[in-house]
């Protein structure tokens, strides 16, 4: 599979413009040059990093009614400025919309049903386009996490229309496009062929949830205080996954039985399908999160990223390491 040049080895910026307490005394404050600075002398399992991902929720920039907050856009400007200066990509992800949030607690509801909220979208898309689509070292990313599978035509045929949108300004800006669940895997077969040639498949890799997302209070049925360990066997987490978190059993398909751990053998597994789909139809894979939560133990967290890294370094497929800052998942 091609490797997306100039995107093989990120972090993400979240906690900034979005997930946060939106006052631009807190924009101002949380994230400055200096962080930029400091991610250009980083290096993930021995590799540079070469771009940042940028979530950023609408209201940053857009006001509920559809207009447009300039002042918000200073900061993604910025972003950009900095990131050139410091000679780094930047992937602008939307991360929330008006009427649709991955997390349930943003209380953004409607967005697949309202055609307003879907127009608002289309615009903020174009104004983007508008602002950054000569900067060639930005790509866009449509929206993050749509979370329902059911919403799958529905996202396709928004994708379509915000692409043919998008494409009226810039042509050549990489969009950047996820499936349900979450940007799983596992969508990736059913997202459309796509005859743009600048589009990028994406997705998300934390699995298995139940190592990298122990004690979320966020996910269903979830203990707090819940521990497990990397180096416990894949038979042995399926087990504590049934008894805690059965929704998240799928992150053992195939390999329930197995006496291995979740090292690279398991995330080439993990990967596969999405891998071949993406090949299949001449596109580029992106995994624009995976990460490990803070309660895990920091060696654990460690090996954790070293094995999933050697998976994408396998298929070569770009990735964003979650988070740079903050987010219960601090690198």
Not at 14 to 26: A, D, F, I, P, R
Not at 127 to 150: H, Q, T
Not at 185 to 204: G, S, T
Request: glycine residues 8%.
């Amino acid at each position: 599979m091609q490797k997306w040049e100039g995107y093989q080895n990120g972090i993400n910026i979240g906690g900034w413009l979005s997930q946060c307490v939106h006052t631009k005394e807190y924009y101002n404050s949380f994230i400055t040059e200096e962080d930029f600075k400091k991610i250009k002398e980083m290096c993930i399992c021995g590799m540079p990093i070469d771009h940042i991902r940028l979530p950023v929720d609408y209201n940053v920039v857009q006001k509920r009614d559809g207009t447009f907050k300039e002042d918000g856009f200073i900061y993604i400007i910025k972003a950009a400025e900095w990131c050139n200066r410091y000679g780094l990509n930047m992937v602008l992800d939307l991360h929330k919309t008006a009427g649709y949030s991955f997390d349930e607690a943003e209380n953004e509801h409607g967005f697949f049903e309202n055609q307003d909220y879907q127009e608002m979208f289309y615009k903020l898309w174009e104004e983007f386009a508008r602002v950054f689509g000569d900067n060639k070292g930005i790509a866009f990313e449509l929206l993050n996490e749509v979370a329902e599978k059911e919403y799958c035509r529905k996202w396709n045929e928004t994708a379509l229309q915000c692409i043919e949108r998008i494409r009226q300004i810039t042509d050549s800006t990489p969009l950047i496009i996820g499936g349900y669940w979450n940007n799983s895997v596992k969508a990736v077969k059913d997202l459309p062929v796509f005859m743009d040639e600048n589009i990028i498949y994406n997705i998300h890799c934390y699995e298995p949830y139940i190592f990298t997302h122990q004690g979320a209070e966020w996910i269903n049925g979830m203990p707090g205080d819940f521990r497990c360990s990397i180096k416990e066997t894949l038979k042995e987490l399926r087990h504590k996954c049934e008894e805690t978190t059965p929704a998240l059993l799928a992150d053992f398909d195939g390999v329930w039985d197995s006496g291995s751990y979740a090292g690279m053998d398991y995330f080439v597994h993990v990967l596969k399908e999405a891998a071949d789909v993406a090949s299949s139809r001449n596109k580029l894979l992106y995994c624009g999160e995976y990460g490990v939560i803070q309660n895990a133990k920091q060696e654990e967290r460690k090996l954790w990223i070293e094995e999933i890294n050697k998976a994408f370094g396998y298929y070569g497929i770009g990735r964003a390491l979650w988070t740079y800052k903050g987010m219960f998942y601090e690198l």
